[in-house]
């Protein structure tokens, strides 16, 4: 019987591709849901971790770049640590984070993106987060990303970021580090 | 002894009370913290979330210089911890690293406190929240009592802190989504706070500045939120050592809370300077 996976979304070879690309050996798991039962996020998933490796299994592409779920997982490790048959599942997220960006595909969760983003740019410009800079560029930055800007949100901030101040816990000033330089390398690839 | 000191970024700002509560108790216990020279960034989640190279060379970069100091090294924040043995396993260094409770969970520093101790914290009740990454994935960490780690508490029991048991040591509190998605870390905190308060705790103490962050920087917030009354102030173990053993600098710590953990320790009359 000749069946059209094109109907039903089917990418063959695309669990095979995953699998050898992110070294998670997706094809161990058996469906017991140990995962999904330990995810303390699984409240603000689109699909739960269990499903997701099952769709990677049967080649929803599609579905799983839309997907919140892998932008959520906090990268807790307790379904990793939990997992009978040692599948690293948050490694097989973050594969799937990245596939999504190289693809070219919007995130799911544009502020999450956005949020990584930025924390990688501040790396990159000072060798160590300056927690003051990224939080001002992740306010720009989500903003872009979600075609919005939250005042509220916004307001919310800069009243913690005072009071942080106050308490001197918030430094404006980047620290130095000698090693600027071989950070900068690292990132030029 | 002679340890390599890591810090972490966080340390030089949001969580200054830690890096100062940390070398104080590590001078008072003899642990000589020499910094990394030049230490950077270890990527943290950002790295391995977006960029899978990067989240083993830019540890790797202090793993490095670490090995040529050739002591052992402690890193006070677990997230930095992780990432450095993760890349430690790819780089096969053969660097002893610890995670800042581990290392002074250990008998011979628990001896210490113990014989130096000078104000006991016997009227304080409180839970020890670890968090994720001192412990998971066992793999990278090394840790034996993943479910159920051990050092906090003892080390807490050894102040004469009322140590309450709870199954919530290691829940996630929602680490950068205070950034993100700021409603994930709320319901996750407050999960914390009320088992916390269940297990008839009056503060929770913690090793991981993302975890003091969420707990004490939004404690208000999520008070609003939920339309609840907490104050619980959220304690770094440093802070709670400094405070038992009568170490100066410790009430400048404590006044960079958010919940001011200073009338609490009034009321139980624990603050002597």
Redesign the interface.
Known sequence: MQVNNDIIGIESGFARQVALDSGVDLFACYQCEKCTNGCPVTFAMDYEPHQIIRMVQLGLREEIARASTIWVCASCETCFTRCPQGVDIPKLMDYLKQLVLSQGDKPAEGAVAAFHQVFLENIRRFGRVNEAFLMGAYQLKSAKAEKRIDVKEMISNLKLGIEMLKRGRLGFIPKKTGAKEAVRKLFEK | MDVTYYPG??L??????YDESTRAVCASLDIHLHEL?????C????????????AV??PA?NLS?AERLGNHMVVPCPLCFNRLKRAQEEVKSSLRIYDLASFIGQAEWLEKIRSRLKFPLDAIRAVCYYG??AN???KVTGSVD?ENPCDMDNICEALGVDVRPWSYK???C????S??????MY??VKKLYDKALEAEAECIVVSCQMCQANLD??QK?ISIHFKGNYNIPIFYFTELIGLALGLKGTTTWL????VDPIPFLEKKELLRQ
């Open positions: 970024c966080s030089e700002s949001s969580a200054r009370d020279p030049d230490w950077t960034c990527g943290a989640t950002s790295a391995h979330s977006l960029d899978e190279e990067l060379t830019l970069l210089g994720c990454m998971r994935p066992p993943y290691t829940d996630c929602g680490a950068s989504f950034v993100s998605r700021k409603d994930i319901n996750l920087l939004y917030d006044k960079r809370h958010m």
